[in-house]
């Protein structure tokens, strides 16, 4: 007799606890709209916070697995911790604005579906301070999927298979090959190994319109009448904007039994944010970026 699928969505905290705060404070807008089941994946110690804490947000904590636990690589080893079949990933940095229940029907035809797409070396966009075209010329590919790695769906399985994949392009290719990017201003992150290996793969994409908010469009968000279910903070959200989805953060944790707090990390988040913004502004007046 064959098994159903277990679904549910992923969310990741690991290293200092403001993380775990975030995806708590992610999980609880995600829960207000979908009855899928929404778990985390964290470190040892995290774990144990998350266990205690905030039993009443997380239906499971798993651990991720030690070999991940080194600089940008985390978000790799998600596939191997998930305790569903199915998953959606969603960062901690994102509050959820609508229903992402309909990302789980690209698995139908993907074993991961990306947010994002696939170039040609016809195009040539920036990927955190990346020419795509040159990663295409330097890593002899003819596509390379520019993603934002905020939500993503995958089937657990093949995607373990894939993101050691990711681990391995990340330490062994582009980690070394690309690390004197960094002073020029470009951002080594997770992304750009996703990007050569599904490339090289051919690794599928959510389908449009594009749930997540880009940063052209944060200035005309309305919290009453959001276009998209999903905000992820990349950019800084417009002061009044902001402090209502502080405010509602507030709300939700009172409402789930979670202690109030005096300050919150998406006021230090909103900080670095600012601070990017005006130096990616700087890069690019000097073409940099």
Known sequence: MTREPTRGFLTLATGREVFLEMAADMALSLREHTDVPVAVVADAALADVARTRFEAVFHTVTLLDERFLRGRIRKYGVAQASPFDEVVF????CVVLGSLDHLFDA??????????????????????????????????LDR???????????????????????????LEEIQPRLRWSLLRGAWLGDEI?????????????LPPPHVMYWPHEFDALDLDDPIKPLLHFIWPPPDDVFQRLVQ??????RAAGLPAR????????????????????ILEAVGWW
């Open 90 to 93: 969603v960062d901690a940095d």
């Open 107 to 140: 698995l139908a035809e993907h074993d991961i579906a990306m947010l994002g797409e696939q170039l040609t070396r016809q195009d040539d966009e920036n990927h955190h301070g990346f020419s795509t075209r040159r990663l295409m010329e330097r890593f002899d």
């Open 144 to 170: 390379y999927l520019k993603t934002n790695s905020g939500v993503f769906a995958f089937r657990r399985d093949p995607a373990v298979v894939v993101m050691e994949e990711w681990r391995r392009c990340f």
């Open 193 to 205: 190994a996703i990007g050569v290996v599904g490339g090289r793969l051919g690794l599928g994409t």
């Open 248 to 253: 509602e953060m507030a709300e939700r944790r």
């Open 262 to 281: 005096e300050s919150t990390p998406w006021h230090d988040e909103v900080v670095k944010l600012r601070r990017m913004k005006r130096r990616r502004q």
